[in-house]
């Protein structure tokens, strides 16, 4: 992943090839701005050529039903993660917009491809007023998730959710990633399931701040994340910690012109 971005961003190393990514919104500044503009539609609804504007009030008409609630801080917070993602490089297999109205559930919280490889998003975040909330604990949280996910404990069978999507025609998924998910959703089908060693992931971890920004404490997020990580097991992994001045900066940027 570059370093220059519109975002602020901090990059530890894992060891290797692994690494975390530390990001702070304070605001959305011009850059910022100008970056979601260019993604906006492509992250929600791939392809679709669908102005700007109509695909905004899309997303407000959903976010309005679930203010206040854990589904808004999600929501958001993982739209900042696709952004992010989407800025450096990797190709998204997968709509945030699920494929069902007033929704954007779909198996996995992303489906990456990058250079040939193909990387596994679970999206967590918090609010910092709450109890013991950190990005160490909601990284362990994303990556049990993904966990339960590749093993059988899911509700539903998260890879034929993401092959629907990737077999969507606006999304134009690389040929090969949909074949793969289709491979292992139908081996969850029969009951074959999977560890998280035989794959890439990207645990994502959001900390909402209550309006005054603070910056983290990066040392000790290292710290906390190389402890974390030493105890997953994956093929590779990337981090992502992103830490948010307050939920309005986005709401403010979907009311703008």
Not at 159 to 165: E, F, I, P, T
Request: charge should be neutral; charged fraction near 20%; glycine fraction near 8%.
């Amino acid at each position: 992943m570059p370093v220059a971005s519109p975002f602020a961003v901090t990059i530890k190393d894992l060891g290797n090839g692994n690494e975390l990514f530390i990001i702070d919104i304070p605001d959305i500044n011009a850059g910022l701005k100008e970056l979601i503009d260019a993604k906006f539609v492509k992250i929600c609804e791939g392809n679709s050529g669908t102005d700007l504007g109509i695909v905004k009030n899309r997303l407000i008409q959903f976010l309005n039903t679930k203010k206040g609630g854990n589904l808004e801080i999600g929501s958001i917070s993982e739209f900042f993660l696709h952004l992010y993602l989407n800025h450096v490089g990797y190709s998204p297999q997968f709509l945030y917009f699920n494929l069902e109205e007033n929704s954007i559930k779909k198996g996995f919280d992303g489906y990456y491809c990058l250079n040939n490889s193909e990387w596994i998003l679970e999206s967590k975040s918090g609010n910092i007023t709450t109890a013991g909330v950190s990005h160490s604990s909601k990284i362990k949280e994303a990556y049990n998730d993904l966990a339960d996910k590749f093993s059988g404990k899911a509700k539903n069978n998260p890879w034929r959710n993401a092959y629907d999507h990737a077999s969507h025609i606006d999304v134009g998924a690389n040929s090969n990633t949909r074949a793969n998910i289709k491979k292992f959703s139908d081996l969850y089908s029969t009951g074959t399931f999977h560890s998280t060693k035989q794959f890439n992931v990207i645990p994502g971890s959001t900390i909402v701040l209550d309006g005054t920004w603070i910056a983290p404490d990066y040392d000790q997020i290292e710290v906390d994340i190389k402890a974390a990580v030493n105890k997953f097991q994956f093929d590779r992994i990337k981090v992502l910690c992103v830490t948010k001045k307050t939920l309005q900066l986005f709401w403010d940027y979907l009311q703008s012109p």
